[in-house]
């Protein structure tokens, strides 16, 4: 089974756990209906929908309300720092958390008492709180955009937003800055780079680039990063390796993209409808 | 340790620096760091929105830095409209700067804007923001729904409703699609 770990933008969205299950454009759990838009839901959404390609249980979910204050992502990190060293997954994907090294460490901590470890999947807040913690390395997969990228790759900035000047991602610079996040060790075992190409690469290098089919439109559209994340957490959650997983993921979440036939003003839903078609084509090529 | 007792533990090697001359304001949240810098820029102060230093730096962190001979007269401007820091610390080590680089990408209809890893996208004949993406904290998809959909004028700005290093990224975004 996987977990998924995140937030939805509802002030007085309740701590809940469950099973989640997507109908129409919503999340269900536990009775409570989130609307699809971007973020974590983005993530489940994709992730169910490959899931149920692949014949797989829908994943689990640790979801809490947080606009940005930050009280939802510390009731969750509470919770988890006390209940995940009880649980088994075979995944779990963190996600939008406000950004807290010191809350991150304790959930490591829990992560340590489970029974068998779980693949680690970081992105957006939580793999910031990673990254500021020191503890890269901990992980098996982190999914960066290139912005986030260049965040890694520089090793005094605790978020995107102090990313100095000079290692700001310019063109054709990914394959420089992961080197220099591997170097300084803020990277997890695997990165999946996602952009106008995406990368897969781990401390030996870049191991494939993924450039077709290409929507220049893609990177203006809110949650696409999340879908690309869901299906590669649903993927490795059927036991497939790293780096293969990261691969055709980003090769589905293309093709996705592509049907979609997209403008800078499609919605991620759109993208997410297109994700069975997607595997259709894309396993039927490999 | 708490952040505000890190923050007292390391006081007094902060009263100890060579440069009396810096002070930061710290504040719980990046919302009041946005609030107070309004509040301050519009009373005249001469202050900066800077990224804390490393021995006080938590997670998402902000903090205006300011002259510390006008710190009374700082804080009383703040006091009077309630928003008062947490802490006023004396810095004698570089901070943080903020990103100032912007990319622009034109799709041609549409112009979109990036400050650092927040990009806003807007239909240019009729202004409508059509996409915000980016951004890892959890008032960027909160932010995406109060202001996809609505035009430049009539959203609320990322400044009213953010609350975060991402929600400040995005305002700088805004601010920059206004300009143009």
Known sequence: ?286 | MSFLGFLKSNKKKHKTSSDPGRGILVFEHTSEVIKAERILKKAGWKIRVMGPPPEIRSGCDLVIEIPLIQELNILRTLENVGTPPMEVVPVSSPLLKPVDLFQNKDFGKYLMIRAANMKLTVEKETGTIVNISGGGCPDVPYLASKMVGMSLNEAPSPREIGHTLCGYALQLAYEEMRRR
């Open chain 1, 1 to 286: 089974m996987i977990g998924v770990v995140g937030t939805v933008p509802d002030p007085d969205f309740p701590l809940v756990t469950g099973e989640t299950r997507l109908k129409d454009d919503s999340i269900y759990i536990r009775g409570k209906r989130i609307l699809v838009n971007r973020g974590t839901p983005a993530l489940l959404a994709a992730a169910i929908k490959t899931a149920q390609v692949l014949d797989q249980g829908a994943p689990f979910g640790y979801l809490v309300g947080d606009v940005g204050l930050g009280h939802g992502s510390r009731r969750l990190y509470e919770y988890l720092s006390g209940h995940l060293g009880k649980r088994d997954f075979n995944t779990i994907v963190f996600h939008y958390l406000q950004p807290d090294v010191d809350c991150h460490n304790r959930v490591l901590f829990a992560i340590e008492e489970m029974e068998r470890r779980p693949v680690l999947i970081a992105d957006a807040g939580f793999m910031y709180a990673a990254k500021m913690s020191g503890q890269s390395s901990q992980y098996d997969l982190f999914t960066p955009d290139i912005g986030e990228l260049a965040f890694l790759a520089d090793e005094e900035a605790p978020h995107p937003f102090y990313t100095r000047g000079f290692i700001l991602h310019e063109k054709n610079r990914a394959p420089e800055l992961i080197a220099r996040a591997y170097k300084y060790k803020n990277a997890a075992r695997c990165l999946l780079v996602k952009g106008k190409q995406d990368y897969v690469a781990d401390r030996e290098g870049i191991q494939a680039t993924i450039n077709s089919p290409l929507e220049e439109a893609m990177e203006a559209i809110g949650g696409t990063g999340d879908t690309l994340t869901g299906i590669v957490t649903a993927l490795i959650g059927t036991g497939m390796e790293v780096t293969k997983a990261a691969i055709i993921a980003a090769r589905v979440n293309r093709v996705a993209g592509f049907y979609a036939k997209p403008t800078p003003a499609t919605q991620v839903m759109d993208i997410i409808r297109q994700i069975p078609t997607a595997f259709a084509r894309v396993l039927g090529e490999n």
